[in-house]
């Protein structure tokens, strides 16, 4: 199944995590670290109140930093921050899902050093991987494995989906320190 066609069948929950998770593999980007967003995580849970979703992530936008307007990557990782919905709805959460796999797969291609063949991240959410760049077709296999965990697993799935993003986060983590070693 694509990823286009996970997303879509995804309920609430799973939408949350799926954009929450590519949100927090790209917080590196924002200068945070590997507890920024885990209290978001655990505002997902089945006995986590109705407004803590809002209320932690209020608080996870405190702790980032604002987008570097001359940084395309960060700019992209800083909108899917700032269009998280503030409540937990079906609706606002498939789009901002949808919104954050596209940006997350994007940002690992501005960051890849080797060439994506595709001439856009669509054609990798709708299943043709054909000259897929290695850290495009990483970010790809973790953003399935998120949305096929908590399909399978519910609440339970949400430790799973936590590592995949945890190991995702570290890979980008070393990507944005050789490249800002590169430049600097």
Do not use: N
Request: charged fraction near 30%; aromatic fraction near 2%.
């Amino acid at each position: 199944m694509s990823l286009v066609e996970l997303i879509a069948q995804a309920d609430e929950r799973g939408l949350a995590a799926s954009g929450l998770a590519c949100l927090d593999r790209c917080v590196p980007l924002l200068g945070g670290d590997d507890e920024t967003l885990r209290p978001v995580w655990a505002s997902l849970g089945d006995d986590a109140g109705a407004g803590e979703w809002g209320e932690r992530l209020e608080q996870a936008r405190g702790k980032l930093d604002a987008a570097d307007a001359g940084d395309e990557a960060v700019t992209l990782a800083h909108r899917m921050l700032e269009a998280a919905p503030a409540e937990r709805s079906a609706a606002e959460v498939r789009v901002w899902a949808d919104a954050c796999s596209v940006a997350s797969l994007q940002i690992h291609r501005l960051l890849d050093t080797a060439q994506d063949e595709a001439s856009s991240v669509d054609s990798r959410r709708e299943g043709r991987t054909d000259g897929m760049s290695p850290l495009v077709a990483a970010e790809l296999r973790r953003q399935v494995i998120v949305l096929e965990v908590l399909a399978g697993h519910g609440p339970a799935g949400l430790r799973r989906a936590l590592e995949v993003s945890t190991e995702g986060r570290r890979v980008l983590r070393a990507v944005v320190s050789r490249r800002s070693r590169q430049r600097g």
